[in-house]
């Protein structure tokens, strides 16, 4: 972990859910979630809209990042698909996002969650439009 990075506050729906910003830097962002039995279907696993929102999140962070807490990109989702591959098999969700491309007015992202063993669980793909804070 960087610790050079600046972490924003979680936004509400993030704190609800519980999960956390580790690492954020230049075209990269990290969040992690300890899995919680209020997270699960009906099935007892995770629900795919967990995954969908993590990944939602870490694909914009990851395109927004500029070193300065003064000084916020805010990223918003233009599209987004998710891929679910698997279940998991730890206790602890990471979800990873890259950016992969992009220009002054939009941006391309991908991200994925597995979890602390290694299992894939999800992947994801986005676009991504910059704001600004009005």
Excluded at 42 to 62: E, N, Q, W
Excluded at 72 to 80: A, N, P, R
Aim: with cysteine; net charge negative; charged share 20%.
């Amino acid at each position: 972990m960087n610790d050079k990075m600046e972490f924003e506050a979680p936004y509400p729906l993030q704190a609800h859910l519980g999960f956390r910003q580790v690492d954020w830097q230049p075209d990269f962002a990290r969040f992690e979630l300890p899995l919680a039995e209020f997270l699960t279907n009906r099935y007892g696993i995770p629900h795919g809209g967990i995954y969908a929102t993590m990944l939602d999140t870490v694909m914009g962070f990851c395109g927004c990042y500029t070193g300065d807490p003064e000084v916020k990109k805010l990223g918003m989702t233009l599209s987004m698909n998710v891929n679910f591959l698997s279940r998991p098999k730890g206790e602890l969700l990471i979800c990873d996002g890259f950016k992969t491309g992009g220009g002054n007015r939009t941006f391309f992202a991908r991200g994925e969650i597995r979890d602390e063993l290694g299992t894939e669980i999800a992947t994801g793909t986005g676009v991504f439009r910059y704001r600004t804070m009005n």
